[in-house]
């Protein structure tokens, strides 16, 4: 078990470029969450799965925002024509839904955007 | 909108002695997590609490959650220097397992 991986780690693009992230969840997981988070903020919601199935999304998501998750394993993240308020920390966490009444979310190291 | 509310926001004291950490809410979660994160890095679970009143300890940590579950609070005794982080508590709702970040509190050690 490597945990849960992202890539890339860091990003820096010019604003109205598209930016695609992608998230390798814990093998066997069959939940998977984005977050967002800015310098000195907590991670905010952004949207999850459950297998291929997105189930919420944030109105923090805008239609700029996509997120995919096509056969149930690793996730991709899409962003296009960036602004600079999209620079931040995007967070990818994991966790397997099961008969266990807690469900515990492990997180990846984050995919750090800088929108020029 | 739930919000949790992190004080102190900075905290920075000396290698040895004794802290606590607050995380308050007006509503009530199902469940309750702390998380450190370092920089660049993401968070690190700590520790899940679940029942009203519910007390845990993690080696020098002790963890807390309030009877009503609104609230929580991170005791930290004879704080080392590997101890420097952003510690997050983080709330859920009865069936509803997004994690909801309080505003952080960023710890600092000093030798």
């Known amino acids: 078990d490597t945990g849960v991986s992202q890539d890339p780690r860091h990003k820096i693009t010019k604003r109205g470029q598209n930016v695609t992230f992608r998230c390798d969840p814990i093998?066997?997981?069959?939940?998977l969450y984005w977050y967002r988070q800015t310098l000195g903020q907590g991670p905010e919601f952004l949207t999850y799965?459950?297998?291929?199935?997105?189930?919420?999304k944030s109105r923090l998501l805008s239609d700029r925002f996509s997120a995919e998750r096509p056969k149930g394993s690793f996730s991709t993240l899409e962003i296009q024509r960036t602004e600079q308020g999209d620079s931040a920390m995007y967070l990818c966490?994991?966790?397997?839904?099961?008969?266990?009444?807690?469900?515990?979310?492990?997180f990846g190291p984050g995919t750090r955007l800088l929108v020029l | 909108t739930q919000l949790l509310e992190q004080s102190p926001q900075f905290l920075s004291i000396q290698e040895g002695e004794n802290l606590t950490v607050y995380c308050n809410s007006s509503?009530?979660?199902?469940?309750l997590q702390w998380y450190r994160q370092e920089p660049g890095e993401g968070p690190v679970l700590l520790v899940t609490?679940?029942?009203?009143?519910e007390v845990k300890k993690l080696k020098r940590l002790t963890f807390q959650f309030g009877d009503a579950r609104k609230d929580s609070s991170l005791h930290i005794t004879a704080a080392q220097p590997g101890d420097t982080g952003l510690y997050l508590c983080?709330?859920?709702?009865?069936?509803?397992?997004?994690?909801?970040f309080g505003t952080g509190t960023r710890l600092t050690i000093i030798p």
């Open positions: 966490a994991s966790s397997l839904l099961g008969q266990r009444l807690i469900e515990t979310q492990y």
């Open positions: 093998s066997e997981h069959n939940r």
């Open positions: 799965f459950q297998n291929e199935a997105q189930l919420e």
């Open positions: 509503s009530v979660f199902s469940s």
């Open positions: 609490v679940v029942t009203g009143g």
């Open positions: 983080a709330g859920t709702n009865f069936g509803n397992e997004k994690l909801t």
